[in-house]
């Protein structure tokens, strides 16, 4: 079963976090901290799997990362999964976040949690793997975004025409930066989410 | 309106402060506002309100106030609403909060809405937060939907009905036949969600294994499937045809297969044909060759299939991706128990790994190398061992001590190998040992006699390099206080000889006396080592006398009252004072003063009339007065110090009775009294007493003496017992099964209590034994037992 999923930066700072098992708030807090603490300490070509720490359940929980350009994802499991099976779950699952936000970087995660969210709940379901299959999941998010869209019908108009000034407006605000490569990408006025 | 674009606004005005402080406001503003439009009735926001504040608790604020708000969100009839309700109550609803159980209606509702995506969101919920009062309402609208819904329904009804079971074992029967009949679905979602609930069926109910042993071919066709299928791009990993699947199958096949012979039979093949078949260049492929290793080490396969198994994971330990190695051994670990053969083999690579240099692979190696040493390969593995202890992360060292220390003591070649390995590893990690070293090492030592002047000169030698190991310093000088002698004679086959004289010693001694590296607890064995070499050095008792004087008016107690008492001896009884300080006898180990004090507060007083129950050997026993001084330094000179090597801030205030208490030597301390018997069965002359002994914590002895008072004897008697659940149970050897008659013997047999959970203990016990030529069969249970119990 997993246990957590957590995904922070390189600095700690927490841009998803979904516990399957269930602590209380400051626990949480604590055992992200205590996660990136043990993680950020790895070298960058060794394991990807590390005993847990003592908040998340000691030597039987185990944590498997990645890390990826400034982010790090983390699945804290027990040992009745297969930890070569979540180091692929794990890679699943940023394709298909690169394909929902296109060229996913931290400041979509940042700006769209609900979405991560979203997606990740179509992945993995009270700490088991539901989907593995990466059309199918994109197939079922973007039909639920579809109806969230409908939904908001004819009253939405004004407010989209106001979102839409809005991120004229905002120049400064780059849309797509990969991190390590210096390719800045102008934001395409047409196409707001 | 998207809520998205309210959201991104707090966010980009979050991210926008430069302190914490400057956050901590702009997050309270943003609460104040949320909280203020919760009251307010029903306006369109309410969905951006709560997805702000589920953002906030993300950051860890507190955000228990939004609860009452998801569970008027999911009631909404809008999808955007219900939405982001339901992600709500996942966050910040459980089952403690009351919260959880209103929202039940609601998830029942939805079970049964047109729209799939509703289904699904209350599906999702309930999964990951169902308490069992909600499992027990809705599972039988989980079992609907399992049965007649589309894929996607059925795929997450699944999971769902596994997290119910985990809540609810009983309604794991409800849910069997469903999962039967789900295995015949072709869409790989659904098949996966099913077989992770048959896992959790059949690990949870035998009875419920048994029906599912009949599926294994369903199961072994599907695999046969995935594996020979070739190229389908929808499920393809890294070329293997949805590895996920094929290993939750294996794990499956595992826990059928496991004792049964039909069901391995059946499963051989398939496994020959997944190890040979399956290309294990990339991750996906390893993960599936992995499970398969497992499966085949897990059950009744051939002695064929088996090799090729070991071979593959030695095959894994090669291989430069280090996570392929850390899993071949974690896998290697849990069969070394079984096939020690085999992996004895892969012994070069796993030591290799030893040097590796992540910290996780090095840990799997450490507790594979430890489970591999044997009585043939003790030497060499001894010595990477040490090489490895040199150099090995801080985490990992008292592991690593302590491992050395089992497998020294079960494999040593000699008396003077053990002696010098634990030497060794006092001297590069005797920091990280454990409190008993020291009085096992002396223990060791004492009984190795042909050793003593060897082992006397090492130890000097390592006390003047160094004194800040506590462990070896308190070793050392014992054992100079004890052989002295044989350390200034000067000569030892063993070791090259150095002339040692009288006050180099004395001024080793004395170094560590006034060293503020000293424990305490140090200086005490210095003072006793000092006071000893008294009778076994020639010339300079007077140095000594001055030296035990000094601290006579020490500040610390426990030093202020052995000092008195030494300078007693030189005075006022003079003459006893080589027989007091006679060379001590050979410990034994079981003896009851042997145990470390760790479980003591920290007094150091109370070692001492511990000595009273220890086997009477002092040699004399002159008059009363003197007896009582006699054992106290008898106690004192017995250095089974309790203070833990790693304390360089000195001990606690000792008790206060240590000071006046010359001759009270009860004073401060629990002597375990005599543990009280009770009698729990008693009929046909037969009788049956109970005696319980604490002996740790969770640990506890029971002794069951059963005796007989009839005028036959009573034979082939047999104890059973039974606890609890949590409780676990080990029942030594009886000592016979014959009680002769009239009294005259009895049979005794003990049983061993761990009772981690501490509930209340029952135990149940059945006695069988033929009495004058009949059977008889009685059922005994206890339910309160005499204290020390729980």
């Known amino acids: 079963m997993i246990k957590a999923i957590l995904i922070f930066n390189n600095h700690g700072k927490p841009r998803l976090s979904k516990f399957y098992e269930h602590y209380n708030e400051d626990t949480e807090q604590q055992i992200i901290r205590e996660t990136f603490h043990l993680v950020s300490k790895r070298d960058e070509n060794v394991c990807n799997f590390l005993e847990g720490g003592m908040l998340i359940g000691g030597s039987e929980n185990k944590l498997i990362y990645r890390h990826y350009a400034t982010l790090y994802f983390v699945f804290c499991v ?35 949690v609900d979405k991560v969210h979203n997606i990740l709940a179509e992945m993995v379901m009270g700490g088991m793997v539901l ?49 390590g490569d210096i390719s800045i990408k102008v934001p395409n006025l047409p196409s707001f989410k | 309106m998207s809520p998205s674009v309210r959201l991104q606004e707090m966010i980009r005005v979050i991210r926008g402060a430069r302190t914490q402080g400057e956050e901590r406001g702009v997050i309270q503003r943003e609460c104040a506002a949320i909280r203020a439009q919760f009251r307010q009735a029903d306006n369109g926001t309410r969905s951006h309100n709560l997805a702000k ?108 009905a596994v997290h119910i079971v985990r809540k609810v074992p009983e309604l794991g029967e409800l849910f069997t036949p469903a999962a039967r009949s789900l295995l015949s679905e072709k869409n790989h979602g659904v098949l996966h969600g099913a077989v992770v609930l048959i896992t959790e069926l059949c690990e949870r109910n035998p009875d419920t294994l048994e029906q599912f042993r009949k599926v294994v071919p369903e199961l072994v066709q599907i695999m046969k499937g995935l594996v020979m299928s070739g190229y389908s791009p929808e499920h393809n990993v890294a070329g293997i045809s949805d590895p996920f699947l094929q290993v939750r199958i294996l794990r499956l096949l595992r826990i059928l297969g496991r004792n049964n012979d039909t069901a391995s039979d059946a499963m051989n093949d398939l496994l020959a044909q997944v190890a040979t078949n ?86 799997r190696a450490l507790e594979l190398s430890l489970a591999l040493v044997s009585a043939v390969n003790i030497r060499s593995l001894m010595k990477e061992l040490l090489l490895f202890l040199s150099s090995c992360p801080p985490e990992l060292r008292a592991h690593t001590t302590s491992g050395i220390f089992n497998a020294a003591e079960r494999y040593a070649p000699s008396q003077r190998w053990h002696i010098d390995t634990i030497l060794h590893v006092l001297t590069t990690a005797g920091g990280d040992v454990r409190d008993e ?143 007091v300080l006679e060379r001590m006898p050979v410990i034994d180990k079981s003896s009851p003063g042997h145990t470390n004090g760790e479980s003591a507060g920290g007094t150091m007083k109370e070692m001492e009339p511990t000595k009273l129950t220890q086997e009477v050997v002092l040699p004399q026993e002159p008059a009363n007065k003197v007896c009582d001084l006699l054992d106290l330094l008898g106690g004192s000179a017995e250095p089974l110090q309790p203070s833990p090597a790693l304390s360089t801030t000195p001990l606690g205030p ?94 005794t047999q003990t049983v061993l209590l761990n009772n981690p959970n501490k509930v209340s203990l029952k135990m149940r016990v059945r006695v069988c034994y033929t009495s004058q030529g009949s059977v008889c069969q009685d059922t005994v249970q206890i339910d309160s037992f005499p204290s020390p119990a729980w």
């Not at chain 1, 794990?90 to 995660?109: A, G, M, R, S």
């Not at chain 2, 991750?283 to 085949?296: M, R």
């Not at chain 2, 006699?449 to 390099?465: F, G, Q």
């Not at chain 2, 030093?559 to 009884?573: C, G, T």
């Open chain 1, 78 to 112: 027990d040992s009745s999964e297969s930890e070569l099976g979540i180091l692929d779950l794990i890679q699943v699952f940023v394709e298909t976040l690169d394909k929902c936000f296109e060229n996913v970087c931290e400041l979509d995660l940042i700006f769209h």
């Open chain 1, 131 to 179: 989907e593995t299959n990466m059309n199918e999941i994109i197939t079922q998010v973007d039909a639920q975004n579809k109806m969230e869209k409908s939904e908001a019908g004819i009253a939405g108009a004004p407010a989209r025409a106001v979102s839409a000034v809005k991120n004229m407006n905002l120049p400064e605000m780059p849309r797509n930066i990969n991190i």
């Open chain 2, 53 to 160: 504040l589920l953002y906030v608790h993300m950051l860890g604020y507190p955000a228990h106030f939004g609860q009452m708000e998801c569970v008027r969100l999911i009631a909404s009839p809008r999808y955007n609403e219900k939405r982001v309700g339901y992600l709500g109550a996942m966050m910040l609803l459980d089952e403690k909060q009351d919260a959880s159980l209103l929202i039940t209606n609601s998830i029942k509702n939805d079970l049964s809405h047109s729209s799939q995506y509703v289904q699904s969101l209350a599906l999702c919920t309930l999964g990951c937060m169902g308490s069992a009062e909600m499992c027990r309402d809705l599972a039988p609208e989980i079992d609907r939907l399992l049965r007649a819904s589309n894929s996607y329904i059925k795929k997450k009804a699944a999971l769902c």
């Open chain 2, 278 to 363: 399956t290309d294990s260049s990339k991750t996906a492929g390893s993960a599936v060759l992995y499970e398969t290793v497992l499966t085949v080490m897990d059950i009744k396969s051939e002695s064929g299939l088996r090799v090729l198994a070991v071979n593959i994971l030695g095959r894994f330990l090669l291989n430069n991706d280090r996570n392929i190695r850390y899993i071949s051994m974690t896998s290697l670990q849990k069969i070394v128990q079984t096939d020690h053969n085999a992996v004895q083999r892969h012994r070069g690579t796993i030591v290799d790994c030893l040097k590796d240099q992540d910290a996780s692979v090095k840990r």
């Open chain 2, 437 to 579: 070293t020291v009085p096992n090492l002396i223990q060791l030592i004492t009984t190795a006699t042909e050793l003593h002047c060897y082992t006397v000169h090492k130890l000097y030698r390592a006390l003047i390099t160094d004194i800040s190991v506590q462990s070896l310093v308190q070793v050392a000088c014992w054992c100079i206080g004890e052989y002295g002698d044989l350390l200034l004679r000067g000569e030892c086959e063993e070791t090259e000889p150095v002339q040692v004289a009288e006050d180099d010693v004395l001024d080793a001694l004395e170094m560590v006396l006034q060293s503020h590296m000293s424990s305490p607890a140090t200086r005490g064995f210095a003072l006793t080592a000092t006071m000893k070499l008294s009778t076994r050095i020639t010339h300079n008792v007077d140095r000594i006398r001055s030296i035990v004087s000094i601290y006579g008016s020490c500040i610390d107690v426990e030093l202020q009252q052995r000092a008195v008492e030494y300078n007693a001896l030189f005075k006022k009884y003079d003459h006893m004072r080589a027989a």
């Open chain 2, 654 to 747: 000792v008790s206060s009775t240590a000071g006046g208490d010359l001759l009270d030597l009860l004073g401060g301390l629990d002597v375990t009294p005599v543990p009280p018997s009770v009698i729990v069965y008693e009929k046909n002359g037969v009788t049956l007493k109970l005696q319980t002994d604490r002996q740790t914590d969770t640990g506890m002895t029971v002794t069951l003496t059963a005796t007989n008072s009839t005028d036959g004897d009573i034979t082939s008697i047999t104890l059973q017992a039974a606890v609890p659940k949590s409780v676990q149970l080990q029942m030594k050897a009886p000592s016979g099964d014959v009680i002769p008659a009239h009294g005259l013997g009895q049979v």
